[in-house]
């Protein structure tokens, strides 16, 4: 009888972690949720002519095309976004470049796009840039834009990292404009960038996927411990005085699953002039 129980608790213990692994690898991966910031009851709808409407996303991390690319790229046009940023990393293992260059060529197609570096677009630097030039997307490095959209003056500063503040022409304070935005690949260590944070708007990244396997507690835990310092801004939306900061979740994935922390598409309506 005993052994009979402890079969039984044996095929329940294999059921379990095989549906467990089942929703990891196959499911939550391709959970796509939207974050809305913003006051529209329907967020679908247009957004109004006071308001700039900005899709970002990060991390895409493609390998191929999937049904998932497509539903994203749905979901973003669905939004009617004014402009699009994508906040870095579009490389992955094996990525297939005519896959990625499709992407984005559908991408650009659904509004004006603009992009900084992650860190895995490092390993093809030159290729990468020449390949977003000849899609039309914008691609911002250790510099700052200033563009004209629905008659709004942004200025848009792109980097990959706070290694490289020293190396960036940041925004001009001097400058008028309606909103400044400041596109940043990782936001480890920008808790020791506060003042520069402060002469932005709006601060956009990504980079650490949201830990993307989340546990309570444990979780930011092991990422502090593994970059050797406490990482403040971690997931989620933050605010340093005026500044609104948001680090987003990622779309894609560099090691196999997600547990807890779905993939995640941001949209913000932002009412210009500011007040």
């Known amino acids: 009888m005993k052994s009979k129980n402890k079969r039984r608790l044996l095929l329940l213990i294999v059921i379990g972690l095989l549906l467990f692994g089942i929703y990891v690898f196959l499911i939550e991966p391709n959970r796509l949720t939207v974050t809305y910031i913003g006051t529209s009851e329907n967020p679908t709808a247009y957004p109004l002519e006071s308001e700039l409407r900005i ?12 049904e998932f690319h497509q539903r994203l790229l749905d979901e973003i046009e669905g939004y009617h976004p004014d402009i699009i940023l994508f906040g870095g990393d579009a490389l992955g293992k094996m990525t297939d470049v005519h896959d990625l260059e499709l992407f984005f060529h559908n991408l650009e197609k659904i509004a004006p796009c603009y992009t900084n570096f992650g860190n895995w677009e490092e390993y093809a630097p030159v290729h990468m840039k020449q390949r977003f030039k000849n899609l039309g997307i914008t691609f911002i490095d ?8 629905k008659d709004f003056k942004i200025g848009i500063t792109g980097l990959e990292s706070h290694y490289f503040l020293s190396q960036t022409t940041l925004i001009d304070k001097t400058q008028q404009h309606d909103l400044s935005i400041l596109l940043i690949h990782s936001p480890i260590g920008l808790d020791d960038k506060k ?7 709006l601060v956009l990244s990504g980079h650490i996927h949201g830990g993307q396997y989340v546990i309570p507690f444990l979780t930011k835990k092991i990422l502090d411990w593994r970059n050797g310092q406490d990482i403040e801004f971690y997931a989620g939306e933050y605010k340093e005085k005026e500044t609104m900061i948001y680090v987003t979740r ?23 002039p500011k007040d």
Not at 55 to 66: E, I, N, P, T
Request: net charge negative.
């Open 55 to 66: 899709a970002f996303f990060a991390d895409l991390h493609m390998y191929k095309y999937r």
């Open 250 to 272: 990622g779309v894609g994935q560099w090691f196999p699953g997600r547990f807890n922390c779905p993939p995640e598409l941001v949209i913000l309506d932002l009412m210009l």
């Open 142 to 149: 250790k510099e700052t834009i200033y563009e004209t959209i």
């Open 195 to 201: 003042d520069v944070l402060e002469s932005y708007d």
